[in-house]
Nanobody, 115 residues
Framework: QVQLVESGGGLVQAGGSLRLSCAAS????????MGWYRQAPGKQRELVAR???????NYANSVKDRFTISRDSAKNTVYLQMNSLKPEDTAVYYC?????????WGQGTQVTVAS
């Protein structure tokens, strides 16, 4: 059973920063890809950023140059550093991991950006 535990969400003023963490229950290199998605009220869940086992990264256009995905293999943890936050970044952020056998989700962490 794969477990992904997010942390680091909260309330921040516009222009501020937050770092989200996603701790996996097994080696992050056992997944083909790990990423962060978000879902705002009334909207569909969308990809924010992802990183492959080989280290390739992809970002949504709306967060490029503001957010950075990274990982620490020793801690089995993937991070999302979010800078220059905007009110439109307000959402529940979910960690995701995928391997040959399935697609796994964390429970989500709320990020609220006040204007």
């Amino acid at each position: 059973q794969v477990q992904l535990v997010e942390s680091g969400g909260g309330l921040v003023q516009a222009g501020g920063s937050l770092r989200l963490s996603c701790a996996a229950s097994r080696s992050i290199f056992s997944f083909n890809v790990m990423g962060w998605y978000r879902q705002a009220p009334g909207k569909q869940r969308e990809l924010v950023a992802r990183i492959t086992s080989g280290g390739r990264t992809n970002y949504a256009n709306s967060v490029k140059d503001r957010f950075t995905i990274s990982r620490d293999s020793a801690k089995n943890t993937v991070y999302l550093q979010m800078n220059s936050l905007k009110p439109e970044d307000t959402a529940v952020y979910y960690c995701n991991a995928a391997d040959l056998y399935g697609n796994y989700w964390g429970q989500g962490t709320q990020v609220t950006v006040a204007s």
